[in-house]
């Protein structure tokens, strides 16, 4: 596993038709991003996609 840049990740997950994404800081949504080193997404896929 490699660590990913925030603008990484946002593009990734929007090429591969991920919408309504939230980022937090840790796996607890009350720490926000960039708190801490972590990065925690969680994204709805797309019922469109293929």
Not at 28 to 40: K, W
């Amino acid at each position: 596993m490699r660590c990913w840049t925030p603008e990484e990740l946002r593009s990734l997950l929007h090429l591969n038709e991920f919408h309504s994404v939230s980022y937090f800081g840790a796996y607890d949504p009350t720490v926000v991003q960039g708190l801490t080193a972590r990065l925690v997404a969680v994204a709805q896929f797309s019922e469109n996609a293929v």
